[in-house]
């Protein structure tokens, strides 16, 4: 028998033999039904979404007039050249692949990066601790984590 939740009418099942005495105590994991599955629609054009946070991110796009968003991810761009250049991203023409793992690259400077992994190059250093990284991405992560500790 379904339970639906009173905050936000979305319906839960037992997937298990727990019993439960409240339906407060239900994990919150939504069932959505088969017919209903992008149930979040744009008030403006009326394009569907399965999760709000996509909604709420294309509805950005008919409130910044001037960007250019891309269709794919929905990031933005202040100038159709580099939303086309990002374009390439999402492209099936990765045209530069490792000859040592074979992941390949929309981009040759992708690459060359990523070739830092395997020749065990670490040339992104924290300036905090001294750990050493092969990707820049890496790096800026781990200095995050600094955040916390530094008062």
């Given at each position: 028998?379904p339970?639906s939740s009173?905050?936000c009418n ?5 997937k ?5 005495t ?8 939504h ?9 979040h629609?744009c008030?403006v ?5 399965s999760y ?9 796009t ?6 250019n968003?891309?269709d794919?991810?929905?990031k ?9 250049s990002?374009?390439?991203s999402?492209?099936s023409?990765?045209r530069?692949?490792?000859?040592l ?6 981009y040759?400077?992708?690459l ?5 992994i ?13 750990k050493?990284?092969a990707?820049k991405?890496n790096?800026d ?6 955040r916390?500790?530094?008062s």
């Amino acid at each position: 028998m379904p339970l639906s939740s009173t905050k936000c009418n979305a319906e839960f099942t037992q997937k298990c033999d727990t019993k439960f005495t409240q339906k407060c105590n239900l994990n919150h994991v939504h069932i959505l039904n088969r017919s209903d599955k992008k149930p979040h629609v744009c008030g403006v054009c009326g394009k569907r979404f399965s999760y709000l946070n996509g909604l709420i991110r294309h509805e950005m796009t008919h409130k910044t007039k001037g960007l250019n968003f891309c269709d794919v991810c929905g990031k933005s761009f202040d100038s159709k050249s580099r939303l086309q250049s990002h374009s390439v991203s999402h492209s099936s023409g990765r045209r530069f692949s490792c000859d040592l793992c074979g992941k390949a690259f929309s981009y040759k400077s992708d690459l060359q990066k990523h070739r830092n992994i395997h020749a065990h190059r670490k040339p992104y250093v924290c300036h905090v601790c001294g750990k050493d990284f092969a990707q820049k991405g890496n790096r800026d992560r781990h200095v995050k984590t600094h955040r916390y500790l530094i008062s």
